[in-house]
């Protein structure tokens, strides 16, 4: 019995405690780090792909984030500032946007000025 104890005991330092289900969801702030390559998907077969679900809202007022369509993806690397791909193996975020804006995680507008785009938390 002392055997196993201390055999036990040998292999305690690596085993990783269980990790609460409260530090593994991501942080509310986690999604104003969403800049550069953006790929918005609509099909719902491909929903499970995407790390969050979007609302496109038409008004600024009620936004989670406003975000700034930018041209060039060397230019989108700030808060807010996407870069819109079509091909999903070059993105650095996908997105999938609902319709429902209860099913969403983050409800986003789109601006026409740089300077406004930000991260409403």
Do not use: Q
């Not at 990790?19 to 918005?40: F, Q, W």
Request: proline share 4%.
């Amino acid at each position: 019995m002392s055997l196993f104890f201390t055999f036990w005991l040998a292999l305690l330092p690596f085993f990783k405690p269980a990790v609460p289900a409260a530090e593994a969801m991501p942080a509310s702030n986690d999604r104003c780090r969403i800049y550069g390559s953006i790929y918005l998907e609509r099909d719902a077969r491909y929903k499970n792909d995407a790390r969050y679900s979007v609302f496109l809202n038409e008004d600024e007022a009620f936004a989670d984030m406003v975000v700034y369509r930018e041209s060039n993806k060397l230019f989108a690397d700030a808060t807010a500032v996407w870069y819109i791909t079509p091909n999903k193996a070059f993105a650095d975020h996908i997105l999938y946007v609902t319709d429902n804006r209860n099913l969403a995680d983050i409800t986003v507008h789109f601006t026409t000025v740089r300077s406004f785009a930000t991260c409403r938390e």
